[in-house]
């Protein structure tokens, strides 16, 4: 059973900056791509970046410049690294592995982010 783990948030002042990681228990198959999502209270859960098999990767455009997608299959590992935040993008931050067969989807359980001074 594979289990995504999320790590890293917290809270930090504006302009700052955030890692946060998506470490996978065990080997993912069929992998096609691996996904940060975001949810603010009272809104609809954003797609915030994806990287897939093969490297490419793309950016809702609200992050684009600041955000930066990235993996480590060694460690199995997803990264987020997050600069010049702002407040709006205080949400909770969830990783998502897609997968070309059954389940099709694996999520983590969220890691909050808090972008306040």
């Known amino acids: 059973q594979v289990q995504l783990v999320e790590s890293g948030g917290g809270l930090v002042q504006p302009g700052g900056s955030l890692t946060l990681s998506c470490a996978a228990s065990?080997?993912?198959?069929?992998?096609?791509?691996m996904e940060w999502y975001r949810q603010a209270p009272g809104k609809e859960r954003e797609l915030v970046a994806v990287?897939?098999?093969?490297?490419?990767?793309n950016y809702a455009d609200s992050v684009k410049g600041r955000f930066t997608i990235s993996r480590d299959n060694a460690k199995n590992t997803l990264y987020l690294q997050m600069n010049s935040l702002k407040p709006e993008d205080t949400a909770v931050y969830s990783c998502?592995?897609?997968?070309?067969?059954?389940?099709?989807?694996?999520w983590g359980q969220g890691t909050q982010v808090t972008v306040s001074s």
């Open positions: 998502k592995a897609v997968t070309t067969r059954s389940p099709y989807n694996y």
């Open positions: 065990g080997r993912i198959f069929n992998l096609a791509a």
């Open positions: 990287i897939t098999y093969g490297g490419s990767t």
